[in-house]
């Protein structure tokens, strides 16, 4: 028995050029992710909701230490590439049981404390 459907073989093609065309459309201009992308996107996010939350406490217990004017003022006499250890190395930027410092709540919190008048 031989198949001879003159509409198949186009119909076939058809439909894996669809399924090509709709992919590309979908990831290109639908905003179609991967679940690895949707995850890191979810990550990043997640990160800099934590870091916005945090960077006023940062900030009030930079601001509740012994002689914080003074430590501002040290502060903005630092290196721009030195602020981010020293609110490291002074603790304000570590987060709840944690052990070291985030980093980009650091950054946050000196770029808040640079803006602080004492």
């Given at each position: 028995?031989?198949?001879n459907?003159?509409?198949?073989?186009?119909?076939?093609?058809?439909?894996?050029?669809g399924a090509?065309?709709t992919?590309?459309?979908?990831f290109?201009?639908?905003?179609?992710?991967?679940?690895s992308t949707a995850d890191?996107?979810?990550?990043?996010?997640t990160?800099?909701a934590?870091?916005s939350?945090m960077?006023?406490?940062?900030?009030?217990r930079?601001?509740?230490?012994?002689?914080?004017?003074?430590?501002?003022?040290?502060?903005?006499?630092?290196?721009?590439?030195?602020?981010?250890e020293?609110?490291?190395?002074g603790?304000?930027?570590?987060i709840g049981?944690?052990?070291?410092?985030?980093s980009?709540?650091?950054?946050?919190?000196?770029?808040?404390?640079?803006?602080?008048?004492?």
């Amino acid at each position: 028995m031989s198949m001879n459907v003159p509409w198949l073989k186009p119909a076939l093609w058809g439909a894996v050029l669809g399924a090509v065309v709709t992919m590309i459309v979908g990831f290109s201009w639908l905003g179609w992710v991967l679940g690895s992308t949707a995850d890191r996107v979810a990550r990043e996010r997640t990160d800099a909701a934590v870091v916005s939350a945090m960077t006023p406490g940062c900030v009030a217990r930079f601001m509740a230490q012994p002689k914080a004017a003074q430590r501002l003022a040290d502060l903005r006499q630092t290196d721009s590439w030195k602020q981010r250890e020293l609110v490291e190395s002074g603790g304000w930027a570590t987060i709840g049981a944690e052990t070291s410092p985030n980093s980009a709540l650091a950054a946050a919190c000196t770029e808040q404390l640079l803006k602080t008048k004492a």
